[in-house]
């Protein structure tokens, strides 16, 4: 039996100062990675969201966004995320969320592909060793960029999201029931 690829895309949001807490959204996949990226490019296109981030799009239209991948059922039961309480080194929410999320998508034989929003080559480094250390079957945590990486615009938007729903915001909170009723986002439970 070959060995599973485990391809991670993760996203956070709530280091600026006027957040109280993280939010870490990783997306773990074992599938063909180049089909779903053209699922949510179609879609992207189709809500003419186009490659921009969560933050430079209108909340409207990042909501339409996220209704049609969980009606395609893109990353269903794929994409977990984390809510952490600041002050906190924003490493350690990401490390965190990675660790939780491969133990449980993770079969006994696996290697993981990590994929991290703008990470820079220290960063990526103390992250891979950080992981090792945890046991975490890994090679060099990569960096990924929201204008190239659709996989990782997808987890910069339910990060997105699910903040806004975590502050209030009435389309963000109906979004983020309906994943969490039908079980398309996981929630890592008590992660502080």
């Not at 053209?38 to 430079?56: A, M, S, T």
Request: glycine share 6%; aromatic share 10%.
């Amino acid at each position: 039996m070959s060995k599973q690829k485990l391809y991670c895309y993760i996203d956070e949001t709530g280091q600026d100062q006027g957040s109280d807490f993280f939010v870490v959204v990783a997306m773990l996949s074992d599938e063909e990675q180049n089909q779903l990226r053209k699922k949510i490019e179609e879609i992207e296109y189709l809500v003419k969201i186009g490659n921009r981030k969560w933050h430079k799009t209108r909340l409207e239209r990042n909501i339409n966004f996220l209704e049609k991948t969980i009606s395609k059922g893109i990353g269903q039961g794929e994409i977990y995320f984390g809510r952490y309480k600041k002050p906190i080194p924003y490493f350690l929410p990401m490390l965190d969320t990675l660790e939780r999320s491969i133990a449980d998508k993770a079969k006994n034989d696996y290697k993981a592909i990590i994929y991290v929003d703008g990470i820079d080559r220290k960063k990526s480094r103390e992250l891979t060793n950080a992981l090792r250390i945890r046991k975490i079957k890994t090679g060099l945590v990569r960096s990924a960029r929201d204008e190239s990486e659709p996989l990782i615009r997808l987890v910069d938007r339910w990060a997105g999201c699910i903040r806004a729903s975590f502050i209030g915001k009435k389309l963000a909170q109906n979004v983020y029931n309906k994943a969490i009723d039908n079980k398309y986002i996981i929630e890592i439970k008590n992660p502080e």
